[in-house]
């Protein structure tokens, strides 16, 4: 079970982190891709960025430059530092994991095989 946390109320142009962690007694993530996505109200989940079991990452459009994705395995862990936060980056944020992913698909929710409970974030003023 993943458990995401971390989310707020933030100004414009601020930052926050958020966490994803595993229960000890869960499975390891170290083997599986971890990915972040995101929901705004009345809106589709979207990709926001992914870290593969071998550090690669990729991120969307939207956020790069902006958000940088890393992971801790010794923690079971994975975080996204977001920065320059805008209005628009207003969500609930997920985390979610994958064991097996095509690159050409880390953009795709179905693509994943279980998700966090969500943590959300207001950017406003």
């Known amino acids: 079970q993943l458990q995401a946390s971390g989310g707020g109320l933030v100004q414009p142009g601020g930052s926050l982190r958020l966490s994803c962690a595993a229960s000890?007694?869960?499975?390891?993530?170290?083997?599986?891709?971890m990915a972040w996505f995101r929901q705004a109200p009345g809106k589709e989940r979207t990709f926001v960025a992914i870290?593969?079991?071998?550090?690669?990452?990729y991120y969307g459009d939207s956020v790069k430059g902006r958000f940088t994705i890393s992971r801790d395995n010794a923690k079971n862990a994975v975080y996204l530092q977001m920065g320059r936060l805008k209005t628009e980056d207003t969500a609930v944020y997920y985390c979610?994991?994958?064991?097996?992913?095509?690159?050409?698909?880390?953009?795709?929710?179905?693509?994943?095989?279980?998700w966090g409970q969500g943590t959300l974030v207001t950017v406003s003023s």
């Open positions: 979610a994991s994958a064991e097996f992913i095509h690159i050409n698909r880390v953009n795709r929710a179905s693509e994943y095989d279980y």
């Open positions: 000890a007694s869960d499975r390891t993530l170290r083997n599986y891709a």
């Open positions: 870290i593969t079991w071998d550090l690669a990452t």
